[in-house]
């Protein structure tokens, strides 16, 4: 393959990135939530660029766009190839879209070229969670955790995703038809990092080791209101003062341990006047790690300070858990070929771990799964100042040509039915 061809292969890819940002709900930013008119512009643009390809089309149930590459058998087995085609309100135009993008453009420079695997490019219907305040819909409906209750999730105008769904003229009672045959080979999703790591690092591309484990928690200062000219210093219960100390506690915490990200991101004080002591002070926790262990035993340290902050005060805390997910290991044998096909480019090999869910998560619980990062200018993501360097997009493009040729060998079949 030529350089020249490579380097306008990744300006395509970035124009196609750029024209599917201009399908959006509202008039000026960009905004695909799932199933929204927009989307289906999206899918029908899609299927422009991939039908010349000889690759068969379709939308699933759940609204994913689903196309298959063929292979040099009839019947052989599909690898997936992907990412989410839906966004969060005032959009960036990479965040999911590359992902498919570039898929599309794989199967360009294939030229024709078939595999003894078929390659079925998905573009997940919904991943951000923006609609329906729930996220993957699109990828659970392919490892089949999308029950009647799920459908009957409701958005903010009171539709569910079933009536979604079927206002889109798709069947929702046909959902498992959209499941994972049961001789998928895998899963690969090409994503910008949406970090500062890559950049920092001067790397164009990284192998995802794991998707991090997340736990979210409220946790109440409850202390005791009262008037702020009035109470003297040394007889207060003040709330927002026991949070603040909290706060910073958490801060010192997630530094000294290696990989741990934690983070305060609300705090409400009630009643929330500037002549009221605050009597209750609600935060919420977000805490993430690669190690499972690590993630709840530092909850667990947080917590404890918590009420020994608060005890000293005199104060009283409560807490709730909301979210308490694993990590997720993507693929070792996957994260080995990455790596040779990223040294292939004449780029350093570097694994990760990344922080933010993703759909790979969701796939990694029934076929082997790996991401692909590329480096994120400015680490910027979720904003229309999101971008990605052309340059980049040939390293992506190369490594994953590679990838297709390592796989293509008959080892992995090999090591795929031992599985
Ligand atoms: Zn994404």
């Known amino acids: 393959m030529q350089v020249t061809e490579i380097a306008t292969r990744a300006g395509q890819v970035i124009g196609r990135c750029q024209r599917l940002a201009s399908f959006s709900e509202d008039p000026k930013t960009t905004r695909r939530t799932f199933l929204s008119a927009p989307m289906r512009e999206c899918h029908q643009e899609i299927a422009r660029w991939m039908q010349p390809l000889g690759a068969q089309v379709r939308i699933d149930d759940a609204g994913n766009f689903r196309g298959v590459y063929p292979a040099l058998q009839p019947n052989a087995p599909h690898l997936l190839i992907g990412s989410h085609l839906d966004t969060v309100p005032n959009a960036g135009a990479y965040d999911g879209i590359l992902g498919v993008v570039l898929a599309i453009a794989l199967l360009q420079e294939l030229r024709g070229r078939e595999l003894p695997f078929a390659i079925e490019v998905v573009g997940f219907s919904e991943e951000e969670g ?14 089949g955790r999308v029950d009647q209750q799920f459908l009957s999730v409701q958005d903010a105008r009171g539709i569910s995703i079933r009536k ?19 001789d998928t080979l895998g899963y690969l999703e090409f994503h910008i990092e949406q970090g500062p790591v890559l950049e920092r690092m001067n790397l164009p591309l990284a192998a995802v080791e794991a998707i991090a484990g997340q736990s979210r928690l409220e946790l109440i200062f409850l202390g005791r209101a009262n008037h702020a000219g009035t109470a003297p210093m040394n007889i207060r219960y003040d709330a927002v003062a026991g949070a603040a100390e909290w706060i910073g506690s958490v801060e010192r915490v997630a530094q000294q341990i290696q990989g741990l990200v934690a983070t305060v991101g609300n705090i409400e004080a009630k009643p929330g006047a500037a002549n009221v002591i605050a009597g209750e002070a609600r935060m919420t926790l977000d805490v993430r790690h690669s190690a499972d262990n690590i993630r709840i035993r530092a909850v667990e340290d947080l917590v ?17 858990s909301l979210l308490s997910q694993p990590a997720v290991a ?21 694994r ?39 340059q980049d997009v040939e390293k992506a493009i190369e490594c994953g040509l590679h990838l297709l040729d390592q796989l293509a060998a008959p080892e992995f079949f090999k090591r795929k039915n031992r599985a």
């Open 304 to 320: 404890r300070q918590a009420n020994e902050i608060a005890t000293r005060r005199g104060l009283s805390v409560r807490e709730t």
């Open 130 to 143: 923006v609609r329906f305040g729930t996220p993957f819909i699109g990828s659970r409906a392919l490892v």
């Open 352 to 390: 990760m771990v990344s922080g933010a869910g993703h759909d790979a998560m969701i796939m990694a619980e029934k076929v082997p799964s790996a991401m692909i990062f590329l480096r994120t200018p400015g680490g910027i993501s979720h904003d229309p100042a999101e971008s990605v360097a052309q």
């Open 330 to 350: 993507m693929s070792p044998f996957l994260i080995g070929e990455i790596e040779k096909a990223i040294v292939k480019t004449g780029c350093q090999p570097h």
């Open 164 to 182: 979604a769904i079927e206002d889109f003229g798709l069947n929702p009672d046909q959902i498992s038809q959209a499941a994972l045959a049961a």
